[in-house]
């Protein structure tokens, strides 16, 4: 069995990989029933993350900085800010956002235009 630490990264990792994925390929121009499904999964993800301290810690970040929900542009940038606060507690680095939606390709070409929330 793995060391607990080296789990819990892979956990962190795996779950801000799908994340962002999750943001980047969010409609540009979401509807009002989109943006409610985005933020109750933001905020579902924050209550069932299977590590207690990382969910209890980041719903009160999400309280701080709630989801945005606005576009695409918006929600994906959230992220990854949101994900930058999240480091700047673990002392790593701080993720440059400008690309941020080039750097989350789902490999699923069009088929966001048959995503139906
Ligand atoms: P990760 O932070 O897992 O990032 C994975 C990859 O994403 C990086 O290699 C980089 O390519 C990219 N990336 C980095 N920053 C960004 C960004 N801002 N935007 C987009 N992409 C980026 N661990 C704890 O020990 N304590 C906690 O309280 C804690 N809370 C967490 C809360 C949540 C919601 C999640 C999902 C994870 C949490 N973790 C916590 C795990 C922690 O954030 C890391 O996932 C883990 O430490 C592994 O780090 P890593 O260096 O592999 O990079």
Known sequence: ???????????????????????????????ASEKSTLKQFV?????VYPCGDCARHFQKLLKKYPPQVGSRK?????GCHIHNKVNERLNKDEYDCTKILEDY???CGDDEKKTDF
């Open 1 to 31: 069995k793995m060391a607990n630490e080296t789990l819990k990264a892979q956990l962190g990792n795996s779950a801000w990989h799908l994340l962002h994925t999750v943001l980047a390929r969010f409609p540009e121009e979401p509807s």
């Open 43 to 47: 905020h579902l993800f924050a209550q």
């Open 74 to 78: 918006t929600a994906a940038i959230w």
């Open 105 to 107: 390709d789902c490999g």
